[in-house]
């Protein structure tokens, strides 16, 4: 039996896929601007993506507190985690510079961004720089951001993941495919758009685990898997970077974000500080060193150096009542306060052993411009899932809100298109139903076990060749057909997770793609047969098109 | 088994099934009759959404022995 394809073609101007925070974001902004908009979220806007249940970081720059020196402040920022070299310079400027607008709008909304009363800077900033990294408690801000959205006039449809942008015969946008999930057999949606915006966040469950046999582990959203970056790049968008990917580090087992909300000193086993930057824990600077150098945990495990900690053992008592109790909570990751009581883990007394994480896409994909339109016309991102801007969740939000400033006005200057008879249409269904009607076949869980060992062991941290890159790309594509030919799902929800590997994929690809192409050693992106820095790559970014079966790979100058 | 949903406070509002980020729960219909289930133990973050998000605080997280929280006592300096 074919998937079903609902009746009826959702029309709308602005079309977003994903509503975290860039996709909420946008959808406020863009209803306020009069525009009519649509939000398609696989899960539930109120609780989902990598902001799901918090932040309490919000990188910002307000001329009150920081002053008149704006180039001071970029200096700085680039100092943090919200900055760096895999950023455009002037994509820095441009989120930077609104970000005192979003916070208050925020604050308008019913977040609380002066949990004390004032405008309050802590941690991720290098002690002796300005501090830019407002603490606030966002622990209400989908809820929050969806409300606003929906009272703006904004449509969210939940349990609802967009698979493919259609576009025309000239490459611009005209709609989408979307499935919705919430019965047990999938329903297919067509969207028909004048511009889409890409918001769907990182890619993780691309590369194994802390915890292998369990997938879910991990510190961001393990629902984000590489569908904005695989549906852009199916749509002939342009990708960045995605070769420089490193990953996060948190408790070792039980794998959570926000390192930064610690108080605490990064030690060795016998609870010597081992890093430069201070040596008594503060809230007012948090401890930096993961920041800096995330894969250290298992930089010193593999030197034999480690195990390393997060050691709160000199934490005052009430520092570390405020982390486990405001802090956590604000940042949605309390279940660690939580599973700490439960196992009588007593933080005065023990230190924690940090890990890096894996690989996970935060921050390696679409390549925009500043009016954060990719290199398909109609087709903009924000937030995770763009290759050129940093600034994490501050990032994510400034982008989103450009984002929908842009597509405001450029939805006045396109004119509607039929999409019921584009091809892709009837080809994913042909693809959807072959999926869903087998009987046998292999279950999702044996490609995303396979692709995560291919993706590891022939495009890992390690150590990268040509031999091994040349191998892994064609284990990939072996595997890719196999998953084509056999994927099976029983109801809707495993026909999501199928897709989602099938995502994953198709990021994996061009991840080979530009790792071969790279050939020269730029931690985290280390290869056996090119030791050396080229310094002719300083300041570039290395793109990745697809067009047909034409692939375009390039080194452009930042901007 | 995470979360541990109590049968005795659950309403079958199916509240939590709608908000989980990874769809691990889902409300089961026989008959007239609903039950509200963690399908998909092994898919579920751990994020708490269910549990803080329950008006019944009929959900609680176990923590399962592969999310470990690996930790060493120090001796204190003087």
């Known amino acids: ?559 | 088994m995470p979360p541990i949903i109590d049968k005795q406070k659950c309403n079958q509002c199916g509240y939590c099934a709608q908000i989980c980020p990874l769809d691990v729960i889902k409300v089961i219909k026989n008959d007239d009759k609903k039950a509200v289930i963690v399908k998909y133990p092994d898919e579920c973050w751990h994020c708490r959404a269910c549990e803080k998000d329950c008006r019944q605080h009929a959900i609680r997280m176990r923590y399962p022995l592969s999310h470990l929280m690996l930790h060493m006592d120090v001796q204190k300096e003087g």
Not at chain 1, 109 to 117: F, H, K, S, V
Not at chain 1, 509 to 515: C, K, N, T, V
Not at chain 1, 538 to 548: A, L, M
Request: glycine share 10%; aromatic share 8%.
């Open chain 1, 1 to 559: 039996m074919p998937v079903r394809i609902r009746e009826g073609i959702v029309k709308t101007d602005f079309l977003i896929a994903g509503g975290g925070i860039s996709g909420l974001q946008a959808a406020y902004t863009a209803a306020q601007k009069g525009i009519k908009v649509v939000v398609a979220e696989k899960a539930d806007t109120r609780r989902s993506g990598c902001g799901a249940n918090g932040n309490d970081h919000f990188a910002c720059y307000i001329p009150e507190c920081h002053g008149d020196d704006f180039e001071l402040v970029v200096r700085q920022m680039n100092q943090t985690i919200d900055g760096g070299p895999w950023q455009d310079p002037t994509m820095l400027r441009l989120w930077l510079s609104r970000t005192y607008e979003v916070v208050q709008l925020w604050e308008s909304l019913g977040i609380n961004m002066r949990p004390t009363g004032k405008w309050n800077f802590e941690g991720h900033s290098m002690p002796g720089n300005q501090k830019y990294h407002l603490k606030f408690d966002g622990h209400n801000q989908k809820p929050a951001l969806t409300a606003a959205a929906k009272k703006n006039g904004a449509v969210i449809m939940n349990k609802t993941l967009l698979t493919d942008v259609l576009v025309n015969s000239e490459g611009r946008v005209i709609g989408a495919i979307g499935v919705d999930i919430s019965e047990d057999e999938p329903e297919m949606v067509i969207f028909q758009a004048k511009a889409v915006l890409i918001a769907a966040g990182s890619a993780t469950r691309l590369y194994p685990g802390i915890t292998p046999a369990y997938m879910f582990n991990d510190s961001g959203c393990p629902a984000n898997t590489g569908d904005g970056h695989a549906m852009a790049y199916r749509a002939g968008a342009r990708l960045a970077n995605l070769e420089m990917a490193g990953g996060h580090a948190g408790p070792r087992y039980f794998a959570r974000g926000g390192k930064g909300t610690w108080i605490g000193l990064t030690s060795d086993i016998n609870g010597q500080c081992i890093t430069p930057y201070q040596d008594k824990p503060s809230r007012e600077n948090g401890d930096i060193a993961s920041d800096i150098w995330p894969g250290s945990y298992r930089d010193r495990m593999q030197a034999g150096t480690g195990p390393t900690y997060m050691n709160c053992t000199r934490t005052s008592d009430a520092d570390l009542d405020y982390m486990l109790h405001d802090g956590f909570v604000s940042e949605g990751i309390d279940s660690i306060t939580d599973n700490l009581e439960q196992n009588n883990i007593d933080l005065r007394k023990s230190m924690i052993e940090f890990g890096s994480y894996n690989i996970g896409l935060s921050t390696q994909g679409i390549d925009i411009d500043v009016h954060a339109m990719s290199s398909v016309p109609g087709l903009y991102a924000a937030g995770n899932v763009v290759g050129n801007v940093k600034g994490n969740l501050a990032g994510a939000a400034v982008m989103g809100m450009v984002a929908a400033e842009s597509a405001a006005e450029y939805v006045k200057t396109v004119a509607d298109e039929d999409v019921s008879d584009h091809p892709l249409i009837r080809e994913r269904q042909e693809l959807y139903s072959a999926i869903m009607d087998r009987n046998e076949g292999a279950y999702w869980k044996e490609a995303a076990s396979t692709l995560q060992n291919i993706m590891n062991d022939y495009c890992g941290l390690n150590i990268r060749s040509e031999a091994m890159l040349t191998a892994g790309l064609t284990y990939l594509r072996q595997l890719k057909k196999s998953a084509y030919d056999q994927l099976y799902a029983e109801n809707s929800h495993e026909f999501m997770r199928v897709l989602e590997v099938l995502d994953l994929m198709d990021v994996g690809e061009p991840m080979f793609l530009m790792a071969l192409n790279r050939k020269e050693t730029r931690p985290p992106h280390k290869r056996a047969d090119y030791t050396y820095t080229n310094m002719l790559l300083n300041d570039k970014f290395q793109t990745i098109e697809k067009h047909g079966d034409q692939v375009t790979l390039d080194f452009r100058k930042r901007f």
